[in-house]
Each structure stands twice: as C-alpha cells, then as structure tokens.
C-alpha cells in the first residue's frame, strides 16, 4: 500500500504525507517560497531539506508557500500547512532554482500585500531572504527586493543563522549581524559598490554528515509517488555551458552505507526510488547500490533517474528503465555535430547516441525525448545540418529497432536557445541574437516537419532574451523586472520598452577583463582555468572530466 492513502484532506489542500505541523506559540516562524506550482517545487530536494533543517529546532516553525496554480486573489495567498497569510511570518525564505522564477517572486510578494522593493518595507513586514542555485550563480538581478541573500549549501548555513536570529531585534540590526556572522550571506543594502566586498559561498565539504532525501511524499508532485535520495552533488564532466561542473567542483560523491539506509527507509514509504544526481550513471557504487536492492528482497522497488548520459546506456541500465515502466528515456546531444559538441565539451559521440536509441528501443521503451541547444559558441548553419542529419540518424535507428517490436512510437524533439551562464567558461560570450535564433529554429522545423511520429518543442526568442538578461544582468537588470511585472510578463512590450544601454550589458560578448556582476561571488574555482576552459572551446579542443580527486586543475582543491 502507498503512504499516500495514509491521510485524508480537503479538496483545495495537496495529497501528501510527512509535513511538520506545529504550535504557533512561542516560535519564530519561518515561511519558506518555491516561486513556482506545487508540482514543480516538491520534488526539489534542495527545497525539502530547508524545510526540515528549519522544522528540526523546537524554536522554530517552518511552512511552505508555492506560486499558484491559477489566477487568484491576495486573500488566497496562504500556507500549506496552517493556511497562514504571509505577512504573519517574521521571515520569507525564497528557494529560487531558476532565473526564469525571478518574476514570480515579484508575483508573490503583490499577492501577500508586500511591497516589493526592499527600501520600502519596515518593521511591520517580514525580512525577506532568498537562497537556490539561481542565486548561487548572480543574486543582483533580484537584489532590489531581497534584505539579504544565503549564498551556498542550507546544511551549512542554517545553522548559524538559526542562532543569531533574534525576531525582536530591529530589522537592520538583525541583517547586520547575518551579515558578521552568517556564511555565505550578502546584504545588498550594507554592501555598496560589490567590487570592495565578496561572499564566500558556504559548501558543505562532507555530504555524507547528513541525509538528502524527500521528507514530504505527494503523489501531486511531478516525480509522483516516489522517494527521492539524492547520490551526489556537482558534475565531472564540465560540459562548458553547465554550471553544476563548475560551482559544485569537485563533486561531492555520498558513501554507499548512506545511501543502503536511505533506500532501506524509503522502500518502507513507497516502491518507488528515484535516484537524482547530475548524472546517476557516474555514481561509482550504483552497481553495488543496485544488487544490494536485490540482495535485500526489493524486487517490488522501482528505480527511477533524474539524468542518465548517452555513453552510460547498456543492457544493464535499459533492463532497470523497463523494469521501472519507463515509457520515454531522455538523451541530451545538445550540439549536432561532433565539432560543436567538442567546442562544449560534452564527451558524447554519435555513435554514443545512436548506440543508446538502440538499447533504448530494444528494450520495450517505446518513446524517445531529445534535448539540443541552438546559439552555441562558434555555432553555424552546417552545425544545424548536422544536428538535422543526426536527427534523422536517430529515426533511422529508432524505426530499425521498433520493428522488432511490432510497435513505433514517437520522437520529441526539444530545442533551447543557449543562455550564457556566470561561473561557466562560456560567462564570457554574446547572445545569439534572437532573429538568428528564430531563424535556426525555423530551419530545424521545416526540415522534420514531414518526419512520422516526431514532435518539436521549442522556446520562444523573446523567452531567450529574458532568461539572459536575468542569468547575466547587474542590480538595473531590477528596473526590467519591474516593468515585466507591470506588464504582466508580456516580455515582447517589455524589451522595446527598455533603453538599449541597459540591455547590452548582459547580452553581449564581455571583455575578458571587465567586472562580471557576480565576481563578488567567490566560488574557488579560478577564473583562469575558466578562461583556459573558454580558450580551448574556441579551438574545438575537449578537457578531461575533474579527476574527484585533490589536483591542481581548476585550483578548486587548492583554495579551501
């Protein structure tokens, strides 16, 4: 039986088992914000483990708010677990993964009757603080309308915060001392000009002195009725476009014991384990992870997997899909041709790919999803005949394999722009402009339009734009955000609306030895071996994946 039959619930209120609910005497009361739909928000790990960081000090209660599903009113705006309004928090935590969510945390601060702009909330309003992998990156896109900023791992963080915070200080003395005494904190009000500080951001250096797994089961959440175990943090293979190679280096790797008693607990919760890492097929003890499943009578369990790369694919790893009733398996070329996948340094070949269809459709799953970016670095006109080409290599073998079957199904074609990303070999080069985006796009359409069972999927240019600007902007990018806001996230008005000197900042190729906006971020890895990185893309020459091993190669391991 599923935990999930385990409790009943109010019609407006989600599926779900493991909430904290406690007494509002007497507490802080934190209200933690994944500025997106209850779906996407719960299976994100990094978001549950806040939640119960916070739950586990008597002191404090901790509950959830996400964006709304609909159009809704202020009088709307409550918590998950007490139906609380916002404004009775002392404090709003944002978990921010991605900078496409940037306006709706704007959103949801309307909607609680908050002002936005962080000068203009007293001691009446709750401070406001924002964390997550977006802001990792470049919080001054949002720095207008956030107090203060926790830069880093939340098991690090949390703990100090918790011990200075003091609900009835006065607002600014309280920001001061998180900014004296909290790692990885930043205060744009008290920092001034960015160039004469710098955060440090705070890393957890031993993942396996806690526990990464989901506290909260809902069948209503994207992955559904799974327990989620997180294997590791960071990614060894430092495609050039990627930022979990780059911030999180070296990868952080859980101990196997750690993980065996993760597992063993969630498969009293569910028969579903969904293991979530960067790439799950780069754990070097899931084959041990696997047979000790077996081994331990877990014949029931069904695994599923955050991410899987091309080259990893075998008879072993396609047989656990099957098992699992995958019905698509995700590849991610990227680039289409071998050169343009050299240049990001993705360490996948085509025959890596086809190799994959293959295994892929032999084995019953009959549906295929494929991920590539347009507006590369060094990206042109042949390169998109040749992702084409591939495309078209892939339905070959994709047919081949499905008629042993007796069974065809279907090719979806995902198609991104490019955003260049701060802290990545590529923080340094342009947008494709959109009309050339538009344009690649057009072309990859037109040629597939008339492929059987195939379906495109792109984003918009204008989309592009915004994604850019927010990933690359300085504390103006806030005036852009303000007009999207009044204009109801119309991004097309907004752009034209926009001075010009404000957009090129962000959207156009840097200097190498200009200040980036977020160079007050101290990230350890070196902003030479980034350049190195950027250099060598240039020449179409790939680097080795990070040895996980103390060396002097990004100087990561040499700058503790």
């Known amino acids: 039986m599923s935990a999930f039959s385990k409790k009943a619930h109010r019609n407006d209120e989600p599926h779900e088992v493991g909430a904290t609910v406690k007494s509002w005497q007497n507490r802080i009361h934190i209200a933690i914000i994944y500025p997106n739909a209850y779906a996407v928000g719960m299976p994100n790990l990094g978001f549950q483990s806040v939640y119960q960081l916070f739950n586990d000090y008597d002191e404090i209660l901790c509950e959830r708010f996400f964006l709304p599903d609909t159009a809704c009113s202020r009088s709307e705006m409550f918590s998950i677990e007490s139906r609380r309004p916002l404004l009775d928090f002392h404090i709003i935590a944002f978990s921010i993964s991605f900078e496409s969510d940037f306006l709706h945390v704007l959103t949801i601060l309307n909607l609680a009757n908050i002002p936005l702009l962080s000068d203009q909330r007293d001691e009446r309003f709750p401070i406001v603080i924002a964390g997550g992998v977006a802001c990792f990156l470049n919080p001054e896109p949002i720095s207008y309308f956030m107090d203060c900023f926790l830069i880093g791992d939340a098991e690090v963080i949390i703990p100090h915060f918790v011990k200075i915070y003091d609900p009835f200080c ?6 001061k001392k998180i ?8 205060v744009p009000k008290f920092f ?16 396996n002195t806690f526990s990464t797994c989901t506290r909260i089961m809902s069948p209503d959440s994207s992955f559904g009725e799974a327990f989620l175990i997180e294997l590791s943090r960071g990614c060894s293979h430092g495609c050039r476009f990627c930022s979990a190679g780059f911030i999180y280096r070296p990868p952080r790797i859980r101990q ?6 993760q597992l063993l607990f969630g498969s009293t919760q569910c028969n579903r384990i969904g293991l979530m890492s960067a790439s799950v097929s780069d754990y070097p003890e899931i084959k041990e992870l696997l047979d ?7 014949d029931n369990t069904v695994f599923t997997f955050s991410s899987f790369r091309a080259d990893a694919i075998s008879e072993r790893w396609v047989s656990l899909f099957k098992k699992s009733n995958l019905k698509t398996a995700t590849i991610a070329p990227e680039a289409g041709s071998e050169r343009l996948r050299q240049v990001i340094n993705k360490g996948i070949t085509e025959q890596n790919i086809l190799e994959a269809v293959r295994y892929i459709i032999e084995a019953g799953i009959p549906n295929i999803r494929l991920y590539f970016m347009v507006g590369l670095p060094t990206e042109t006109s042949a390169d998109i005949d040749e992702l084409i080409e591939l495309t078209q290599k892939i339905k070959d073998q994709f047919l081949s394999a499905s008629r042993k079957n007796h069974r065809i199904g279907v090719i979806t074609l995902s198609i991104s722009p490019f955003v260049p990303k701060p802290f990545t070999p590529f923080q340094w080069v342009a947008m494709t402009p959109p009309n050339i985006i538009k344009q690649r796009i057009a072309t990859i359409r037109d040629a597939l339009r008339s492929v059987p069972n195939m379906k495109i999927y792109s984003d ?16 103006t990018t806030g005036d852009f955000l303000m007009l999207a806001f009044k204009n109801h996230g119309n991004w097309t008005k907004t752009i034209k609306q926009i001075p010009a000197h404000l957009l090129e900042p962000s959207l156009y190729p840097t200097h190498i030895q200009e200040y980036l906006p977020w160079n007050f971020i101290i990230h350890h890895v070196s902003q030479s071996f980034l350049l190195e990185e950027y250099e060598k893309s240039l020449k179409g020459t790939p680097s080795a994946p990070c040895p996980i091993l103390p060396c002097d ?5 040499s700058n503790e």
């Open 460 to 475: 918009s240019a204008r989309n592009h734009v915004f994604q850019t600007l927010c990933a690359r902007g300085d504390k």
């Open 192 to 207: 001034g000009d960015t160039r004469e500080h710098k955060v440090r951001v705070a890393i957890a250096s031993d993942i």
């Open 553 to 557: 190669m990004c100087k990561r391991c």
């Open 292 to 298: 000790f499943s077996e081994q331990n009578g877990l």
């Open 170 to 175: 006065e607002k600014d003395a309280v920001l």
């Open 179 to 186: 900014m004296d005494v909290v790692p990885g904190a930043y």
């Open 256 to 261: 196997l014991e750690t993980i065996k008693k």
